[in-house]
């Protein structure tokens, strides 16, 4: 009977433990400094920018390495002061220290998780695909006090890339539909474009633009939501848009780069690559 009753009270303290060491693996706590400079986004800025003008050598040391549960989406890390934030399949957002690359934790969602996490101070907000179901969970979480402030049900999966602007963040979902929601989860509006949307969209002076399956090209206010202008092209769009200048720059499935005036949306010109283009472009003054 002894040894019942202590075979049972290790079982308890075991599954006790199992449990608490479960649940206190879904957390990140950070104590940031101000970053005035931090790479918050997919393509650091709204328009995307992903050139650097430094140049490389030919001996590159790795610094460290680091290993996540799920496989990675075409999205890309953020960070902000020395905190980086990457996202995976098996709807998990991962932060690690930048210097010497240990976890300093992990948020662990039902769902799958697509797009960068989009950072904004002590705030990581991020869409949480469902499997189960076509929706999303839009999650604001705290990070220095370690907890969610809101989860938003949204209709659609989020598959795309998510824009932080100067007053929210804009995202579309499978659906065509787009919306802008304020840092504190609060939904400014919502915009149905009525087309199956894989592109992820690029913003400059209140000008959001990207494309759909429909062949589509379509430009929002990104104050009001309202529809600017929508150009028919041909060919689905997955990859998304990038802006230099007045001009945003496109490829679609039928293998066209486009470059398009951001306000007027008229073609500059079209270039046929002869391969399907399924991601966004990058480009200084001189090349794409």
Not at 37 to 49: A, I
Not at 179 to 200: L, N, P, V
Not at 238 to 267: C, E, P, Q
Request: charged share 15%.
């Amino acid at each position: 009977m002894g040894f019942l009753k202590s075979l049972y009270l290790y079982s308890v303290i075991i599954l006790s433990s199992l449990i608490l060491n479960n649940c206190s693996t879904s957390v990140i706590n950070t104590n940031s400094s101000v970053d005035a400079n931090p790479y918050s986004m997919f393509g650091k800025t709204p328009e995307r920018t992903f050139y650097y003008p430094v140049t490389i050598g030919d001996s590159l040391k790795k610094m460290w390495d680091a290993e996540i549960n799920g496989s990675f989406p075409n999205s890309s890390v953020s960070i902000y002061d020395r905190y980086v934030f990457v996202n995976d399949l098996s709807g998990r957002i991962y932060c690690f220290d930048i210097n010497n690359g240990d976890k300093v934790g992990q948020l662990k969602n039902v769902g799958a998780v697509y797009s960068t996490p989009v950072l904004d101070h002590n705030l990581v907000i991020y869409l949480v695909s469902q499997n189960d179901e076509n929706s999303s969970n839009l999650c604001y979480y705290n990070l220095s006090e370690s907890k969610y402030l809101k989860q938003i049900k949204i209709p659609g999966r989020g598959l795309t890339e998510i824009i932080k602007s100067d007053d929210g963040i804009i995202f579309t979902t499978e659906k065509g539909i787009v919306y802008k929601f304020s840092f504190s989860g609060i939904k400014i509006w919502e915009t149905d474009t009525k087309g199956i949307t894989y592109s992820s969209p690029a913003l400059k002076d209140n000008s959001l633009v990207f494309g759909n399956n429909n062949g589509e090209i379509i430009s929002l206010n990104a104050e009001n939501g309202n529809i600017q202008y929508r150009i028919k092209t041909g060919g689905c769009f997955f990859g998304g848009a990038s802006i230099s200048g007045g001009d945003f720059y496109i490829g679609n499935d039928n293998g066209n780069l486009y470059s398009i005036g951001l306000s007027t949306g008229k073609i500059n010109w079209q270039v046929n690559t002869g391969s399907r283009i399924i991601m966004t472009p990058a480009c200084d003054t001189d090349n794409i």
